[in-house]
């Protein structure tokens, strides 16, 4: 070209920026800044602006900042926009801020950048915050500002603020868009309003796959896990195009009561529409497998996966401690590093839990200390609570009392959890009463202090402090949960709980049990009477 102008030079700055080729277009912009800042316009910083989106992108920002600067050109509302969007995207959200404060004029696409790059750097409260400021002032805000509050009421969950821009967008008649009525149904769900969430769905005179995977989400989030299945199934018997996606969240919810055969048959759907190559899929499918009882399907899944992620490692190394196979755990957890995988927090999880069932104490603590010291990774609630399981089931309990009073954050219940169960194990009345008490500050409402303590005394025969016990969480008016047991045959799951005569074949189950009974006795089987004989007269315990 004979002759170039500005828009010449931002074409091809902009066409390479488009393609990826972040080297190139800076270098054009690079020859055109040295023919002066007079060849400059608003359009070449926006456009260098736009392909800052990431964190390693900051210090290109900060220089077209400069620049923005220099020409004159800081006052200009769509360079103040561009600017605002790149700093929240590289994370760089005081610097955002900054410019947003020093423009005289914004429009809505400035607070938008605002509210929803606050957003998109967790900073949820300071984003709602703003939109309430915006609302009180001229500036009306947009769709994706409403999309962007809502964001930000399901990352605080706060359902009464959600509802407010519910009714707010149900007055300007936007709540029928589609990407409106996912995000409402995501902080309805995310608020564990899961009703709500339905309602929106059901009214939705359109729904996508988006939409459909909010919805099967928000039911495994909420543990809605037979709703989850069901809508699942339907989707699948509706010729409804299943993604990836849709198929991670509902092997998500299956746990020990759900059927092996239905998982079974989600992953033949798998297989026909080719997922197997997912990553998040396959780790789904070990984590399911594992949960539903069948080891050695998890580990066909694992061997047979050629993209394995961090989340795979540490899906198959928890699957090993889940089956109480902990040697195996370790072993992994050694392939893993040699594979160059970096472990996570939920890693050394699996790893304690591992060691806490196959009574490696010292291996555990090691564990522990390489998490905080080599790898710099903050220990959780689940963490400590793994520790004192482990020095627990162990017999160390003054040992586990001892580092739970030694923490530098204050015991919260699953760590009182840990304690008190393992003093049910060892039948340690005084360390439970403690533990017990504590968990009850923590959760008054649980029965589980007061059930575990009952079952301590119990196994003592000191029936007094029982009876005591019980009397005092019925006074409190906490209820126990019904314990129940399944089983899966041809494709049912069967529940049962104590002296449960609903189930139709009730009178042959417990026939078989009498005579299987009669048989382990005949083979000199001594039944542990300790948590019974409180309750049976003298020809009963005979």
Request: proline share 2%.
């Given at each position: 070209?004979?002759?170039?102008?500005?828009?010449?030079?931002?074409?091809m700055?902009?066409?390479?920026?488009?393609?990826?080729?972040?080297?190139?277009?800076?270098?054009?912009?690079?020859?055109?800044?040295?023919?002066?800042?007079?060849?400059?316009?608003?359009?070449?910083?926006?456009?260098?602006?736009?392909?800052?989106?990431?964190?390693e992108?900051?210090?290109?920002?900060?220089?077209?900042?400069?620049?923005?600067?220099?020409?004159?050109?800081?006052?200009?509302?769509?360079?103040?926009?561009?600017?605002?969007?790149?700093y929240?995207?590289?994370?760089?959200?005081?610097?955002?801020?900054?410019v947003?404060?020093?423009?005289r004029e914004?429009?809505?696409?400035?607070?938008?950048?605002?509210?929803?790059?606050?957003?998109?750097?967790?900073?949820?409260d300071?984003?709602?915050?703003?939109f309430?400021?915006?609302?009180?002032g001229?500036?009306?805000?947009?769709?994706?500002?409403?999309?962007?509050?809502?964001?930000?009421?399901s990352?605080?969950q706060?359902?009464?603020e959600?509802?407010?821009i519910?009714?707010?967008?149900?007055?300007?008649?936007?709540?029928?868009?589609?990407?409106?009525?996912?995000?409402?149904?995501?902080?309805?769900?995310?608020?564990?309003?899961?009703?709500?969430?339905?309602?929106?769905f059901?009214?939705a005179?359109?729904?996508?796959?988006?939409?459909?995977?909010?919805?099967?989400?928000?039911?495994?989030?909420?543990?809605?896990?037979?709703?989850?299945?069901?809508?699942?199934?339907?989707?699948?018997?509706?010729?409804?195009?299943?993604?990836?996606?849709?198929?991670?969240?509902?092997?998500g919810?299956?746990?020990?009561d759900?059927?092996?055969?239905?998982?079974?048959?989600?992953?033949?759907?798998?297989?026909k529409?080719?997922?197997?190559?997912?990553p998040?899929?396959?780790?789904?499918?070990?984590?399911?497998?594992?949960?539903?009882?069948?080891?050695?399907?998890?580990?066909?899944?694992?061997?047979?996966?050629?993209?394995?992620?961090?989340?795979?490692?540490?899906?198959?190394?928890?699957?090993?401690?889940?089956?109480?196979?902990?040697?195996?755990?370790?072993?992994l957890?050694?392939?893993?590093?040699l594979?160059?995988?970096?472990?996570?927090?939920?890693?050394?999880?699996?790893?304690?839990?591992?060691c806490?069932?196959?009574?490696l104490?010292?291996k555990?603590?090691?564990?522990?200390k390489?998490?905080?010291?080599?790898?710099?990774?903050?220990?959780?609630?689940?963490?400590?609570?793994?520790?004192?399981?482990?020095?627990?089931?162990?017999?160390?309990?003054?040992?586990?009392?001892?580092?739970?009073?030694?923490?530098?954050?204050?015991?919260?219940?699953?760590?009182?959890?840990?304690?008190?169960?393992?003093?049910?194990?060892?039948?340690?009345?005084?360390?439970?009463?403690?533990a017990?008490?504590?968990?009850?500050?923590?959760?008054?409402?649980?029965?589980?202090?007061?059930?575990?303590?009952?079952?301590?005394?119990?196994?003592?025969?000191?029936?007094?402090?029982?009876?005591?016990?019980?009397?005092?969480?019925?006074?409190?008016?906490?209820?126990?949960?019904?314990?129940?047991?399944?089983?899966?045959i041809?494709?049912?799951?069967?529940?049962?709980?104590v002296?449960?005569?609903?189930?139709?074949?009730?009178?042959?189950?417990?026939?078989?049990?009498?005579?299987?009974?009669r048989?382990?006795?005949?083979?000199?089987?001594?039944?542990?009477?300790?948590?019974?004989?409180?309750?049976?007269?003298?020809n009963?315990?005979?």
């Amino acid at each position: 070209m004979p002759i170039r102008d500005t828009v010449s030079w931002n074409i091809m700055i902009s066409g390479f920026l488009r393609n990826g080729d972040f080297d190139t277009g800076f270098g054009y912009f690079k020859r055109l800044l040295e023919l002066g800042f007079d060849w400059l316009d608003q359009a070449n910083f926006t456009t260098m602006l736009s392909a800052c989106d990431i964190q390693e992108y900051s210090f290109v920002t900060k220089i077209i900042h400069c620049l923005v600067v220099l020409s004159g050109y800081e006052q200009e509302v769509t360079v103040g926009n561009a600017l605002i969007t790149s700093y929240f995207k590289c994370g760089s959200c005081g610097l955002g801020r900054q410019v947003f404060g020093e423009m005289r004029e914004r429009n809505v696409i400035t607070w938008t950048a605002v509210i929803s790059g606050l957003v998109q750097n967790q900073l949820y409260d300071d984003s709602l915050k703003l939109f309430a400021e915006m609302r009180c002032g001229s500036v009306n805000p947009n769709f994706l500002t409403y999309l962007s509050s809502l964001m930000a009421c399901s990352g605080l969950q706060a359902l009464r603020e959600g509802r407010q821009i519910h009714g707010i967008l149900w007055k300007l008649g936007s709540q029928l868009d589609l990407r409106i009525e996912s995000a409402l149904m995501d902080m309805y769900s995310k608020c564990g309003s899961v009703e709500d969430a339905w309602r929106v769905f059901e009214s939705a005179e359109e729904l996508d796959e988006v939409s459909m995977t909010v919805i099967l989400v928000g039911f495994a989030q909420n543990k809605f896990e037979d709703e989850a299945i069901q809508f699942f199934v339907k989707m699948v018997k509706a010729g409804i195009e299943i993604d990836p996606n849709m198929v991670s969240a509902v092997l998500g919810v299956f746990g020990v009561d759900t059927s092996l055969g239905l998982g079974k048959q989600i992953h033949s759907v798998i297989v026909k529409r080719g997922f197997t190559s997912n990553p998040f899929v396959s780790n789904g499918l070990i984590n399911m497998y594992s949960k539903c009882g069948d080891l050695k399907e998890s580990i066909k899944v694992f061997s047979r996966m050629s993209d394995k992620n961090s989340i795979s490692w540490n899906t198959m190394i928890a699957a090993f401690a889940r089956h109480g196979n902990g040697s195996r755990a370790l072993e992994l957890y050694k392939e893993m590093r040699l594979e160059g995988i970096k472990p996570t927090d939920v890693t050394f999880l699996s790893l304690l839990n591992a060691c806490s069932h196959v009574g490696l104490v010292e291996k555990g603590m090691e564990f522990f200390k390489s998490m905080t010291e080599v790898h710099k990774i903050s220990p959780r609630t689940e963490h400590y609570a793994c520790v004192v399981d482990m020095l627990g089931r162990a017999g160390l309990l003054n040992e586990a009392k001892s580092f739970i009073e030694g923490l530098p954050v204050k015991p919260d219940l699953l760590v009182w959890q840990a304690l008190l169960g393992a003093c049910s194990i060892h039948g340690d009345s005084e360390m439970g009463k403690y533990a017990a008490d504590q968990l009850i500050l923590a959760v008054p409402n649980s029965p589980a202090p007061y059930i575990l303590l009952a079952n301590i005394y119990s196994s003592k025969g000191r029936w007094r402090e029982r009876a005591r016990t019980i009397r005092r969480m019925k006074e409190m008016g906490v209820d126990k949960e019904t314990g129940i047991s399944w089983i899966e045959i041809e494709n049912a799951v069967h529940s049962f709980v104590v002296d449960d005569r609903s189930h139709p074949n009730a009178e042959i189950i417990y026939e078989v049990l009498a005579e299987l009974f009669r048989h382990m006795i005949d083979e000199g089987y001594q039944p542990d009477k300790r948590f019974i004989l409180h309750y049976l007269d003298q020809n009963d315990k005979e």
